[in-house]
């Protein structure tokens, strides 16, 4: 059964930097396609980032430029890296893939931009 554990979520000041992780247990990692979403309160969950199994990796408008999604296979992580941040990007970001999404989701983690 898959599990999905998000970290490094935090307060950060405008313009700051933070990294998410994610690790994932009970699932061949290597081979599946990955994605960051966020979930604003009072908004819909969206994607902002995803990447394939072939390293190919593709962004939201709202955060191209300013994150970037990576992964290590060895590790079963895949990471975001949130550079300049903005307070509109305040929200509990999670990953996930297409498949289990339609079942399951992790706690997610919380980052918060003040101004």
């Known amino acids: 059964q898959v599990r999905l554990a998000e970290s490094g979520g935090g307060l950060v000041q405008a313009g700051g930097s933070l990294r998410l992780s994610c690790a994932v247990s009970?699932?061949?990692?290597?081979?599946?396609?990955m994605g960051w979403y966020r979930q604003a309160p009072g908004k819909q969950r969206e994607l902002v980032a995803s990447?394939?199994?072939?390293?190919?990796?593709s962004y939201a408008d709202s955060v191209k430029g300013r994150f970037t999604i990576s992964r290590d296979n060895a590790k079963n992580t895949v990471y975001l890296q949130m550079n300049s941040l903005k307070p509109e990007d305040t929200a509990v970001y999670y990953c996930?893939?297409?498949?289990?999404?339609?079942?399951?989701w992790g706690q997610g983690t919380q980052v918060t931009v003040s101004s």
């Open positions: 996930n893939n297409p498949i289990w999404s339609r079942t399951y």
């Open positions: 009970g699932s061949i990692f290597s081979i599946r396609d």
């Open positions: 990447i394939t199994s072939g390293i190919s990796t």
